[in-house]
């Protein structure tokens, strides 16, 4: 855990619009008096969208309370939020949200009714996994299914003269947005892309 060098536990405040011309008021009439506030004026879906969250998220420590109105201005959907409140707890941060007390985890039960919405979004991983596995299998069984490869003949052209220059492949794979598997196999002409030439 990251000791708490200010000396003091501290109320840290976050508040989110999804835009600059929403009304904060509300939000902050329900925090209240905080030691510090972070306001995201942003509709970013994740934590890398939103600087404000990022900054709450690297200036809180062991023993800071993180106070929110709501579990939708912390995160955008339930594995965001567990995520992020799992990764606070383990560092001695505590999270209250103000609208639902039941979920903060400054108490026993809070604690128990996040363990039981994690268990449910890992139960719903898997279904969606599983009904995205049978419809592949049934795709392929009526020979419906047929999922091209993830890279045009120019991007695997454009690679091939960046791995030819010397820039690292997993540099390149980043860069188009695939893993270092898929650009092995366009630049080496295997699997989808069987009927490219290698990069030799």
Same mark, same amino acid.
Do not use: I, K
């Given at each position: 855990m990251e000791k708490n060098v200010r000396g003091t536990s501290q109320v840290?405040?976050?508040?989110?619009?999804?835009?600059?011309?929403?009304?904060?008021? *509300?939000? /902050?009439?329900?925090? =209240?008096?905080?030691?510090?506030?972070?306001?995201d004026k942003t509709s970013g879906r994740s934590a890398k969208d939103r600087?404000?969250?990022?900054?709450?998220l690297s200036y809180v420590r062991e023993g800071?309370?993180?106070r929110v109105k709501s579990p939708d201005r912390l995160a955008r959907d339930t594995i965001a939020l567990l995520t992020?409140? *799992?990764? /606070?707890?383990?560092? =001695?941060?505590?999270?209250?949200f103000l609208d639902m007390p039941e979920l903060s985890t400054d108490s026993p039960n809070g604690e128990f009714v996040l363990t039981l919405m994690g268990a449910v979004a890992k139960l719903e991983r898997r279904m969606i996994r599983e009904r995205q596995a049978e419809g592949i299998a049934l795709a392929k069984a009526a020979g419906r299914y047929d999922r091209g490869p993830k890279l045009t003949t120019e991007q695997v052209a454009a690679a091939q003269q960046k791995v030819a220059l010397g820039v690292p492949k997993a540099v390149v794979a980043r860069e188009l947005g695939v893993s270092r598997s898929t650009l092995y196999a366009a630049l080496s002409?295997?699997?989808?892309?069987?009927?490219q030439p290698p990069t030799g």
């Open positions: 840290v405040g976050y508040a989110r619009v999804s835009s600059s011309d929403q009304n904060l008021d *509300r939000q /902050l009439d329900a925090l =209240g008096d905080v030691d510090r506030l972070f306001v600087p404000e969250l990022r900054a709450m800071d309370v993180v992020t409140v *799992r990764d /606070l707890g383990e560092r =001695g941060v505590r999270v209250q002409g295997t699997g989808r892309y069987a009927d």
